[in-house]
């Protein structure tokens, strides 16, 4: 395999593997726009429209330590091409699908797929850059997922409006085609040979663990608030899929800009400071949206969502950089699949719990009877929905705040300056020629 395999291109890995991510990035907001109408399409209630979106999250989160080992072991390359190839074939299958239950399997499995996917990508960019370059690379490969993140709810309306939701998923297929191609012309393969670390002593290292903390609770707030900002917009006030895209742009676009400045900040400065005071933006931001009202226009809550979106990024970028550069070579799949554990088991604990706040408030303020409706922004006492979404809110500022203060604990080394020489035990094709 390996002789066969076409020499590394540093700019040509990172793009392919950013174009990998954003597939599921797009994907993950995507849907968020499309709940509705799948809903209603699906017959779906409350529960199984959750379970529409976290069966996903679910299945890729039990996937992830697997499909990282396995990539440091059979090689990244490969296996993220089979992520890939397998995370098409299942949009393909999802956009064909009308059943609540069968699209929550087809989900899951395509979950499965994205496990292979994203930590074999993680792995790739570490094979090919290393230092502060480093840094960089992940900036841009954080801000090419908060690009797909920003993106989705905007094509997905425009989808959904002239197309129907089943053409959110199609799109994949075709951007799954490129990401193959591109892999198969441009990214050499990376394995290691023998890893000197068993599995559970990456977990003992503070860094490692701490940092995996921290992006949880980035992707906590994050798709836990544009779930049910997403209700809130079509549900309770009308809003068509393309208005709710524009009216949650300037929260999931200024990600795209700050993901790149969080690189460049966590290379400068190492990684406590950014992942401090962007959980700081975070929390600041989501208590900016208890202004939020049955009648708010965007303009109300627009700083509110500049400064959560900020510091969202920033965040990310460099808890991502605390998990990686407290992680040897030779298990970067492995370290890569524990960052996107953390992110998945975010945004599904984030949907998860906001959402049983949700109904607990919503509970108190209206029959039993209605409080799936209600809690979902319809029916007579969808006048519920908005404390409900407020006592969600509080919920998450409160777990935002412990995050910026378990923060302040982390090293304050870049990667630059923590990583260790290259580990003998890594096998990368043309890599170390590259970086010179």
């Not at 929550?104 to 979950?111: D, E």
């Not at 742009?249 to 969080?262: D, F, K, R």
Request: aromatic share 6%; with cysteine; hydrophobic share 55%.
């Amino acid at each position: 395999m390996n002789r066969t395999a076409p020499r590394s291109h540093p700019v040509g890995t990172l793009v392919t593997v950013s174009l990998g991510g954003m597939i599921v990035g797009l994907d993950g907001t995507a849907l968020t726009i499309a709940g509705p109408d799948i809903a209603h399409a699906a017959r779906a209630s409350l529960a199984e429209l959750q379970w529409i979106a976290n069966a996903y999250l679910v299945a890729l989160a039990i996937a992830l330590f697997p499909a990282g080992r396995l990539a440091d072991r059979v090689g990244r390359r490969r296996v993220f091409v089979a992520g890939v190839a397998g995370f098409g074939v299942a949009s393909l299958l999802i956009a064909a699908s009308s059943s609540a239950w069968l699209l929550i399997v087809l989900r899951a499995v395509q979950g499965i797929c994205g496990a292979l996917l994203q930590p074999a990508a993680l792995a790739l960019i570490r094979a090919a850059f290393s230092g502060k370059r480093l840094d960089i690379a992940l900036g841009i490969w954080g801000g090419a997922g908060a690009l797909s993140i920003a993106a989705g709810p905007v094509v997905a309306g425009l989808i959904v409006q002239h197309f129907g939701w089943p053409v959110v998923f199609l799109i994949n297929a075709p951007i799954a085609a490129v990401t193959i191609v591109l892999a198969l012309c441009t990214v050499g393969e990376s394995r290691a040979r023998d890893s000197l670390e068993r599995p559970r002593d990456l977990f003992r290292r503070p860094g490692v663990r701490l940092g995996a903390v921290l992006t949880g609770l980035s992707y906590f707030s994050l798709y836990g608030l544009l779930f049910f900002l997403t209700l809130y917009l079509q549900n309770l006030r009308g809003f068509d899929p393309i208005g709710a895209a524009g009216w949650l742009l300037p929260l999931t676009a200024v990600v795209v800009v700050s993901a790149p400045i969080g690189g460049a900040l966590t290379a400068r400065f190492g990684p406590r400071w950014p992942a401090t005071g962007g959980l700081a933006l975070v929390f600041v931001g989501m208590v900016g949206f208890l202004a939020l009202g049955p009648a708010s226009t965007q303009a109300e809550v627009l700083p509110a969502a500049l400064i959560l979106g900020a510091g969202t990024g920033v965040a990310l970028i460099a808890s991502t950089q605390i998990i990686i550069s407290n992680a040897p070579v030779s298990m970067s799949g492995l370290a890569s699949a524990l960052q996107q554990v953390a992110t998945q088991v975010g945004g599904v604990t984030g949907i998860l719990v906001l959402g049983l706040v949700m109904s607990w408030r919503v509970g108190q303020l209206v029959p039993d009877a209605d409080v799936d409706q209600a809690a979902q922004g319809l029916g007579a006492s969808s006048a519920a929905f908005v404390p409900g979404l407020h006592a969600a809110i509080i919920a998450a500022a409160a777990v935002i705040a412990l995050g910026a203060a378990l923060a302040t604990r982390t090293s304050n080394l870049s990667s630059a300056e923590s990583a260790r020489p290259p580990d003998v035990s890594s096998d990368v094709d043309g890599q170390r020629r590259n970086q010179q």
